[in-house]
Antibody, heavy 123, light 107 residues
Framework: EVQLVESGGGLVQPGGSLRLSCAAS????????MNWVRQAPGKGLEWVSYISSGSSTIYYADSVKGRFTISRDNAKNSLYLQMNSLRAEDTAVYYC????????????????WGQGTTVTVSS | EIVLTQSPATLSLSPGERATLSCRASQSVSSYLAWYQQKPGQAPRLLIYDASNRATGIPARFSGSGSGTDFTLTISSLEPEDFAVYYC?????????FGQGTRLEIK
């Protein structure tokens, strides 16, 4: 079964740090780009970061640039998000999502999602 | 940044009716657009990729159309399990962006 499982969320004070993990199984993790997407309470989806299959290409949303770092370990089938200098507005459910990518003329969407891990930034 | 505007914000319909959801992009995204369904307490689920292709396991009552700046998600005959929030998302340029969502509720 194709599966993504996030972990590492929790309660952290403003200015603190947290590291999220996403464990992949059931597919060849090293062949896929990955994303982090978050959802603040009662709000819509917000893309956070992208990493290509070999880590050569990385993008961030402006809202997290300079504070968050995405990385992956293909040998461990794992994706990470290091979050520093956390703010109240970073409070959200964080999802990892597999990127189907653009192949030929088709964009295949974010086709596999984890169940999410909750990050709460509060004093 | 490409802004995706979804309309309406809320759509109230009855089971068996046809639903038409709109997503408009601030500039052309070609066909690099996906649609997702999200139910309360669940992760989003991919419905449509590349504007008009159903993802694996998605029922035929869901269809997508459009290219460039105007896109539509149609549900031909609503089932009770279709009442949820729907998001469009573009992959034409960075940053990736989502629409604000359309809530489909039971009338």
């Amino acid at each position: 079964e194709v599966q993504l499982v996030e972990s590492g969320g929790g309660l952290v004070q403003p200015g603190g740090s947290l590291r999220l993990s996403c464990a992949a199984s059931g597919f060849t993790f090293s062949s896929y780009s990955m994303n982090w997407v978050r959802q603040a309470p009662g709000k819509g989806l917000e893309w956070v970061s992208y990493i290509s299959s070999g880590s050569s290409t990385i993008y961030y949303a402006d809202s997290v640039k300079g504070r968050f770092t995405i990385s992956r370990d293909n040998a461990k089938n794992s994706l990470y998000l290091q979050m520093n200098s956390l703010r109240a507005e970073d409070t959200a459910v964080y999802y990892c999502a597999r990127d189907g990518g653009i192949k030929g003329y088709y964009y295949y969407g974010m086709d596999v999602w984890g169940q999410g891990t909750t990050v709460t930034v509060s004093s | 940044e490409i802004v995706l505007t979804q309309s309406p914000a809320t759509l109230s319909l009855s089971p068996g009716e046809r639903a038409t959801l709109s997503c408009r992009a601030s500039q052309s995204v070609s066909s690099y657009l996906a649609w997702y369904q999200q139910k309360p307490g669940q992760a989003p689920r991919l419905l449509i990729y590349d504007a008009s292709n159903r993802a694996t396991g998605i029922p035929a009552r869901f269809s997508g159309s459009g290219s460039g700046t105007d896109f539509t998600l149609t549900i031909s005959s609503l089932e009770p399990e279709d009442f949820a929030v729907y998001y469009c998302q573009q992959r034409s340029s960075w940053p990736l962006t989502f629409g604000q969502g359309t809530r489909l509720e039971i009338k």
